[in-house]
């Protein structure tokens, strides 16, 4: 059965400390990866895709990577502003291309 | 340009009623799929559209929950005789096509008490 699991379920980091949010999957045929930062009473906004392994993506103090089994969301130098809570995506082959199988998210908090 | 908008953003309802959700995706997008996140669990995917045919209608929980989507554009989610355990934020995504990035809207709070 196609699965993500997030870890850890919740982080607390001071500004500027750096860390990772993990996302293992197992799923038939990835088709493309997916994260998303949703805040309190909002919907999901994307971040990025990864489609293959060894692929990276970098969008200000996040950077997205990719292995056969899991994804790392890369935090540098966090600040408070980044507080949310992140969710990882798979879309996989197996269940057609159309819908997305997420994770249940890791909440962030950053604190001054 | 104006993302995926839902209405209302919320609701509530009484046990026993029907509800009606409504979706405006990104225009220009042909693919529009709704998705439910209940308290503390990840989201759920209910339905996915592609134009006005909804091919794939898995994830629909029971027969009281039906969507529709007329002239390639809006949909409706629709929940006959609501239970207190459809409460959860019913959220709505589009993509340009069907293996595209999906798009958010905010979502509807569905409160049924």
């Known amino acids: 059965e196609d699965q993500v699991t997030q870890s850890p379920e919740a982080l607390r980091l001071q500004e500027g400390e750096s860390s990772s949010l993990n996302c293992s999957y197992t799923?038939?045929?990835?088709?493309?990866l997916f994260w998303y930062r949703q805040d309190p009473g909002k919907g999901p906004e994307f971040l990025f895709t990864?489609?293959?392994a060894g692929e990276e993506k970098e969008k200000e103090r996040l950077k997205a990577t990719l292995t056969k089994k899991e994804s790392f969301l890369h935090i540098t130098a966090p600040k408070p502003e980044d507080s949310a809570t992140y969710l990882c995506?798979?879309?996989?082959?197996?269940?057609?291309?159309?819908?997305?199988?997420f994770g249940a998210g890791t909440r962030l908090a950053v604190h001054p | 340009g104006a993302g995926v908008s839902q209405s209302p953003s919320n609701k509530v309802t009484e046990k026993g009623k029907d509800v009606e959700l409504r979706c405006d995706p990104i225009?220009?997008?042909?693919?529009l799929y709704w998705y439910r996140q209940s308290l503390g669990q990840g989201l759920e995917f209910l339905i996915y559209?592609?134009?006005?045919?909804?091919?794939?209608k898995s994830g629909l929980p029971s027969d009281r929950f039906s969507a529709e989507r007329t002239g390639g554009s809006v949909s409706t989610l629709t929940i006959q005789r609501t239970q207190q355990e459809d409460s959860a934020v019913y959220l709505c995504?589009?993509?340009?096509?069907?293996?595209?990035?999906?798009?958010f809207g905010p979502g509807t709070r569905l409160l049924v008490l």
């Open positions: 995504a589009s993509s340009f096509g069907m293996q595209e990035t999906q798009y």
């Open positions: 799923v038939s045929g990835l088709r493309g």
């Open positions: 990864l489609y293959s």
């Open positions: 995506a798979v879309q996989a082959v197996s269940r057609g291309y159309n819908k997305l199988i």
């Open positions: 225009s220009g997008h042909t693919a």
């Open positions: 559209f592609q134009g006005n045919s909804a091919p794939d």
